[in-house]
């Protein structure tokens, strides 16, 4: 059971936009601490999509976007293309377990 | 380019120890937080154990006190020591950059992982 929670899959055609969610509670999101997100292709290293809420690292594609609202956040993509197909997750601080903490990951299938 | 490459995974009976090492290039070590984090077969990402450029170490509660995060600042390359093991303990084991911010930390750059199996 993951500290932050995500949708197990989401799917998509090429073109369209998916949201993935996040819900976390009072000791993280609701503390102030700003979600991350990862994308992660199986055997490969995870790269970083969005951090600081809704910032984008050189290199990531502006169909990527973030927001956080309260103990929830979401990763917005659009234009969704094949290559888009990866797992997802999102991160944090929790002050409970004094860490960070990630969701239990988004598998995006493009259909 | 900034890299991490992890070495030292394998195949380890329960109760044993293993040394996981991390090397990096192009960025200093001991300059930076580095963290651990493991993936479970099957599972989500899991955050194991931080460093920080002062040398405090942090350990999420699954590990704390069987595993060590150190480095060793003439190499350039940081450490997992983990002993103890357990059946639970099987995962794909990442280094990680930690950028740190006033509202939380998070992970810049990830190596490609080391695989830990316990088992006997």
């Known amino acids: 059971q993951s500290v932050l929670t995500q949708p197990p899959s989401v799917s998509g055609a090429p073109g369209q936009r998916v949201t993935i969610s996040c819900t976390g509670s009072?000791?993280?999101?609701?503390?102030?601490?700003?979600v991350n997100w990862y994308q992660h292709l199986p055997g490969t290293a995870p790269k970083l999509l969005i951090y600081g809420n809704n910032n984008r690292p050189s290199g990531v594609p502006d169909r990527f976007s973030g927001s956080k609202s309260g103990t929830s956040a979401s990763l917005a993509i659009t234009g969704l293309q094949a290559e888009d197909e990866a797992d997802y997750y999102c991160q944090s601080y929790d002050n409970s377990l004094s860490g960070s903490v990630f969701g239990g990951g988004t598998k995006l299938t493009v259909l | 380019e900034l890299q991490l490459v992890e070495s030292g995974g394998g195949l380890v009976q329960p109760g044993g120890s293993l040394r996981l090492s991390c090397a990096a290039s192009v960025f200093t070590v001991a300059n930076n937080y580095m963290s651990w984090v493991r993936q479970a077969p099957g599972k989500g990402l899991e955050w194991v154990s931080l460093i920080y450029s002062g040398g405090s170490t942090y350990y999420a509660d699954s590990v704390k006190g069987r595993f060590s995060i150190s480095r060793d600042d003439s190499k350039n390359t940081l450490y997992l020591q983990m002993n103890s093991l357990r059946a639970e303990d099987t995962a794909v084991y990442y280094c990680?950059?930690?950028?740190?911010?006033?509202?939380?930390?998070?992970?810049?750059?990830w190596g490609q992982g080391t695989l830990v199996t316990v088992s006997s």
């Open positions: 009072s000791s993280n999101f609701g503390a102030g601490h700003d």
């Open positions: 990680a950059r930690v950028l740190p911010t006033l509202r939380g930390d998070y992970f810049d750059y």
